[in-house]
Structure formats: C-alpha cells, structure tokens
C-alpha cells in the first residue's frame, strides 16, 4: 500500500475509530493504503518530522483516503474534482468511521445528483451495493437498455444512502421515486431494488395516493356565509 504520513494527535481527536483502534491495538487485515502515524512530531517548518512513527494497514482507495484525511485536518471535503461514485464511497467510509459531519457532507452533495440528466459512472459500488441487499428479488429481471440515467441515478443512491444512514438524501430518493413511480415500475427500474424496499414503497405511494383521493373528496373550502 501507499505511504501515507499523519498525526497520531489529529486523527484521534476527529475520528473515535482511530482512538480507540490505538487503545485496543486492533489492526484490519488487508491493506490499500499504509497510514504512517507520527508521535511526537516537530512540523515548526512545514516537515514532518517524526520521533516515532507507528504504521497501519487501511483498505481504502489512496483518492478516497486522502480526502477522508483532507477533513479530518481541516473539516473540509473538495467536491469539485471528484465523481459522484467517488462521493459514495466517501460516504460509506464517514459511515464506517462513524463521521456525522461528513456523512452530512457527502448528503447534501449527492442530492445534487438526484435527477441529473447525466448517468453515474458503474464502479464497484454498484456491486457493493447490490451483494448487501440478502432479500434481493429472485426471480429474472428484464434488460431495459433505454432506463433514463436520472432513473438508474436515483436507484443507485437510494440504495448507497440506505446501507450508508443518509437519511435526508435517502428522503429526497423517495420522494422522487414517488413522483415517478408508475413509470420506474413500467421501466423496471424498481427491480433493482430488494423486495422489502420496494413494499416500503408501495405502502407510501398507496398512503400518497390516498390522501391524494381525499384531498378530491372534500373538494374546495368554500367561505362561510355572514
């Protein structure tokens, strides 16, 4: 894995995954990236300096890892030359690292997405978020070559914020999907997605349908007479 040089100070005070990797002396198996954890470090002149180092293992791309340090030292993500996959799988690692305030980050710039004309690049996250779901629908699905891409968008990141805990951005995917739901059924677009979640979805859409009918039931408010 890549060589990648911290502070041990910096990175267990943002991320209680880090404190409490170095209290119980836990290390994950496989390797991406080579944290090299620097204690004692005299950076007065920009180096890097170190007395001691400690190095650990991290199964995280070397791109995603470097924007995850980027926030831990200065509580700033750069968005503006990354991919939305790339925004998902920084999702996943606050997610994983237990980040509220970059999970709330990668929220609202995956909103962004929602509707776009222009499709998602296919990466591993699509298998990633496929292979979670153990209820996935068993029977065939039908190949539909002309799906719009803001329809295949939005299955893609329902599902990343339903295994990631984003609520809002999973809110702003349903709310969506609702909208267009006859014809991401028509399409076959909700075969994509496990059959509790597409019951979820039905229920709502049957709840949405019949305040709807109610609301045209009781017709407009008329002004009382004097």
């Known amino acids: 894995g890549r060589d990648v040089?911290?502070?041990k100070v910096v990175?267990?005070?943002r991320c209680p995954q880090f404190q409490a990797m170095f209290l119980s002396g836990a290390r994950p198996c496989?390797?991406?990236?080579?944290?090299r954890v620097l204690v004692g470090v005299d950076d007065e002149r920009a180096g890097m300096?170190?007395?001691t180092a400690e190095k650990i293992p991290l199964d995280l791309h070397y791109q995603i890892f470097l924007m995850f340090l980027e926030f831990l030292y200065t509580d700033e993500v750069d968005f503006t030359k990354v991919s939305p996959d790339d925004v998902i799988e920084l999702l996943g690692v606050a997610n994983q690292y237990t980040l509220d305030q970059l999970t709330d980050r990668c929220d609202r710039e995956l909103q962004k997405f929602i509707g776009a004309t222009a499709r998602i690049p296919s990466c591993a996250n699509?298998?990633?978020l496929t292979h979670t779901h153990t209820h996935t629908r068993t029977h065939?699905?039908?190949t539909h070559t002309h799906t719009d891409p803001d329809f295949e968008n939005v299955v893609?990141?329902?599902q990343a914020a339903s295994l990631y805990h984003a609520?809002?951005?999973r809110s702003s995917c349903v709310k969506f999907i609702l909208r267009s739901y006859d014809k991401l059924e028509k399409e076959g677009v909700l075969e994509q997605l496990s059959e509790d979640v597409v019951e979820e979805l039905n229920l709502l859409k049957e709840n949405m349908d019949t305040d709807k009918y109610s609301s045209s039931l009781q017709g407009p408010v008329l002004p009382r007479a004097v």
């Not at 496989?30 to 944290?35: D, E, G, K």
């Open 5 to 7: 040089p911290c502070h």
């Open 11 to 13: 990175i267990t005070s």
């Open 30 to 35: 496989s390797c991406a990236v080579l944290l």
């Open 49 to 51: 300096r170190e007395s």
């Open 126 to 128: 699509r298998s990633l």
């Open 140 to 142: 065939t699905h039908t």
């Open 156 to 158: 893609v990141l329902f």
């Open 167 to 169: 609520e809002r951005l």
